[in-house]
């Protein structure tokens, strides 16, 4: 009877020691897709959508933005030009290319004097603080990104502070791959509710620090 007793108060000793373990496992790393749709145009049942996701995993101590283009229902692509964010509260952020697409001008105040005509989100009834560039305007030379990725980091960034915010994403010279794609098209998505004892720690950067909301453009 004693020997059951005694192996009886091995295994709840051991449960207990594993759950003791489970509760001090850090918060899991996460990863969030948003679709972007066009806003701008009328009949885009043609146009390409855009997928950004948002991982606090891949790089450490930073989010990592990859920003891709994905084909319309006809075969529509579009040039990646600009990149829009609302981070307000978020201070030193930076933003660090990856790979794809090269980032021309980087913004993490609100202003967007420096980009580009054709990078901008005019005409969206949208306000955001932080974007980039990518490439510049047209498609000549290989300058036709479809997918671009960066970091950005900041103080007490987490995958959370993204939360129910929303994110812009212009695009040049869509069309069918081969033809003159002369079209545009301004797209927009909100992140889902991100709850932030789910999401992974945060980080320092060291750039502008982030002020209130702007316009895609300037």
Known sequence: MKSAKFSTTLIVAGFLGTAATLVSLPAKAETVKITLKDVTNTNT??????EVTLDDAANPGSITATVKVVPGSTGYIG??????????????????PVSGGPLTNISTNGNFSKFSNSANLNGTGQSFNVGVEVGRQGIANGDDYQI???????????????????IGVRLMSVGLPGSNRSLSSKTIGTVPTIVAGNSGGGSTGSSEQAGGGSTGSS
């Open 45 to 50: 049942q043609n146009y390409p959508t855009v």
């Open 79 to 96: 040039d990646l030009r600009g990149v829009f964010f609302n981070l307000p509260g978020v201070s030193n952020l930076q933003i660090t």
């Open 148 to 166: 671009t990725t960066f970091k950005i980091s900041g103080t007490d960034l987490k995958l959370s502070c993204f939360s129910e915010s929303t």
